[in-house]
T-cell receptor, first 116, second 115 residues
């Protein structure tokens, strides 16, 4: 158990809908990362938040948005869903995002999103 | 472009045998390189993390090597067990700019250990 929790574990929805994925980081970790893992692709970095502020952006679509709240939990919002958005969405947390540290990330169990 | 390439894509070995997985990267500037193990449908779990100055690091039966000059890394698994069946992902941290903590992921090597 990494200490990172994600809810829900599974989500089934229809095209055009909007969903919210939730992540609680490990106790004491200030940084949260979101990743997408599709069947035919590896892990794709979406976005990073550090202590409530956006820190880095990866391949995140405009239909997707995220935020980190004062209690450090984070939500990933996916809107106007398409079939291709079906994937595993992982959240990870780390204590310190600076590049000179090990910056080890601990991954949650993931949310499996199925868009029908 | 920052890239991480892993080989082979998949590998099948018999229980008890050793194997080596390869990772080549072009991420610059380089911060660190880590190997993750990901069981099917689960989140990745860190095996080793190495910085520029480290050229080998072990974690039980897993030994990672890093050659920062050639930008290559390998993960050696000794005396494989059935539970080693998983995807092994090479991840490089760095890339410059404001990409603190940004990671570039390889596609992974799927290892299957047969009894």
């Amino acid at each position: 158990d990494s200490g990172v929790t994600q809810t829900p574990k599974h989500l089934i929805t229809a095209t055009g809908q909007r969903v919210t994925l939730r992540c609680s980081p490990r106790s004491g970790d200030l940084s949260v990362y979101w990743y997408q893992q599709s069947l035919d692709q590896g892990l794709q970095f979406l976005i990073q938040y550090y202590n409530g502020e956006e820190r880095a952006k990866g391949n995140i679509l405009e239909r997707f948005s995220a935020q980190q709240f004062p209690d450090l939990h984070s939500e990933l919002n996916l809107s106007s869903l398409e079939l291709g958005d079906s994937a595993l969405y992982f959240c990870a947390s780390s204590a310190d995002p600076t590049s000179y540290s090990y910056n080890e990330q601990f991954f949650g169990p993931g949310t499996r999103l199925t868009v029908l | 472009k920052n890239q991480v390439e892993q080989s082979p894509q998949s590998l099948i070995i018999l229980e008890g045998k050793n194997c080596t997985l390869q990772c080549n990267y072009t991420v610059s500037p380089f911060s660190n390189l880590r190997w993750y193990k990901q069981d099917t449908g689960r989140g990745p779990v860190s095996l080793t993390i190495m910085t520029f100055s480290e050229n080998t690091k072990s974690n039980g039966r897993y030994t990672a090597t890093l050659d920062a000059d050639t930008k290559q890394s390998s993960l050696h698994i000794t005396a494989s067990q059935l539970s080693d069946s998983a995807s092994y992902i090479c991840v490089v941290s760095g890339g410059g700019g404001t990409s603190y903590g940004k990671l570039t992921f390889g596609q992974g090597t799927i290892l299957t250990v047969h009894p």
